[in-house]
């Protein structure tokens, strides 16, 4: 099923609506990030179901590019969507790559 697909996958993984609201999340790798960095809170997938990703992005100038780039994918101008991210955290620096992608099918 679609939650394999996403526990099978290197990193953080999420599928959201094109609303952006979180629908699942694979499992074990998001437990392990937020415990290992600070967000014990929001560890167990189901404290983040349903909510809105773009609450988790901080900066009004970073929320409306992410909310850009879901509307270059929904308006269908793009397929996917990858770009290079820094999420430091206060000892640790942190390169990351974002890929957003449209429409999956399970």
Excluded: K
């Excluded at 967000?39 to 409306?64: C, K, L, M, Q, W």
Aim: hydrophobic content about 40%; overall charge neutral.
């Amino acid at each position: 099923d679609g939650l394999e697909l996403l526990d099978s996958i290197d990193g953080v993984s999420y599928l959201t609506s094109p609303a952006g609201v979180i629908q699942s999340v694979g499992r074990r790798n998001w437990s392990e990030f937020a415990r290992g960095n600070g967000g014990a809170a929001i560890a167990e997938p189901a404290t983040v179901i349903g909510a809105s990703v773009f609450d988790f992005i901080h900066g009004d100038e970073v929320r409306a590019a992410y909310r850009g780039y879901f509307e270059e994918i929904l308006s269908g101008r793009a397929s996917q969507v990858r770009f290079p991210y820094r999420c430091d955290a206060p000892a640790i620096r942190r390169e990351m790559r974002m890929s957003l992608f449209g429409r999956v099918m399970w």
